[in-house]
């Protein structure tokens, strides 16, 4: 009855199945994922840290990314971002009073003004909220960000996609400080919604290295389908956190 009413008062169908009523129904909910596996590119982009998945870029969990991304189902963002701590969790493995700093990939410049919302960072700080419950001493740090001259990367080959976004991203000092200001080590995951060809987590990689920030992994919700998880992986071991680096400014 309280489906048939939503339906009613909203015309909403489920992401999912289509089934009238809520944006996700509590059936295709139950099914979604609740573990992460390693999900490395095909090819992998040379020195790209191990990249987390909790499945395929299909189906149901597609439908809640495009959903949330692209057609302004933003309550979808709580249902994400559990999937996203799902991910973090299995990349930087149990609590162990570490600090845990999520960092959002940027989008491409102009692209949450145009949206007016900005879904990775929605995603990363309910990620935040839900390991913060489990313990984790965790904290979101929007450090990245993309200058201009990238082209939209749909259709792009990924030697093409490498090449369209080197050097695309830096990390200002401002953020640097700020972050400095509240953690002096910390473990450092990259966070998206989406990995493609890698292209991407490796030049916000390759922004935060510039600057003397390692991260430990790429944290994502979904991999495309030609990226296939390893069988029997285990949460990769970290001999310690990294510290912060040397004073911003160098990005």
């Known amino acids: 009855m309280r489906d048939a009413a939503l339906d009613l008062l909203t015309g909403s169908t489920c992401v999912g199945c289509s089934r009238p009523g809520r944006m ?29 998945a909790t499945g395929e870029y299909a189906d149901t969990l597609r439908a809640l990314v495009v959903g949330h991304k692209d057609r302004g189902q933003w309550s979808l963002a709580r249902v994400l971002a559990g999937l996203l701590a799902v991910s973090v969790r299995a990349a ?41 419950r489990e313990s984790y001493d965790a904290l979101g740090a929007a450090l990245l960000v993309s200058r201009g001259g ?3 990367q749909a259709g792009l080959t990924a030697t093409e996609r490498a090449a369209n976004l080197a050097g695309s991203m830096c990390c200002p000092a401002p953020g640097l400080r700020r972050l400095a200001a509240r953690r002096t080590r910390a473990r450092v995951v990259l966070c998206d919604d989406v990995l493609t060809t890698g292209a991407t987590a490796r030049e916000a990689q390759r922004a935060l290295s510039a600057v003397g920030l390692e991260p430990a ?17 285990v949460s990769p071991s970290h001999s310690g956190p990294p510290s912060l680096g040397p004073a911003p400014g160098r990005g």
């Open 24 to 52: 996700l129904c509590p059936s295709c909910r139950a099914v979604l994922p609740t573990t992460a596996v390693r999900s490395w590119p095909s090819p992998v982009p040379a020195g790209l840290v191990p990249p987390w």
């Open 92 to 132: 930087a493995g149990p609590p162990d009073g570490t600090p845990l700093v999520l960092v959002p990939v940027p989008s491409r410049p102009g692209s949450s003004r145009r949206r007016g919302y900005d879904p990775t960072g929605a995603l990363v700080r309910g990620a935040v909220r839900v390991l913060v």
């Open 150 to 152: 990238v082209v939209d």
């Open 217 to 233: 992994a790429v944290a994502v919700v979904a991999a495309t389908r030609r990226r296939l998880p390893e069988v029997g992986t």
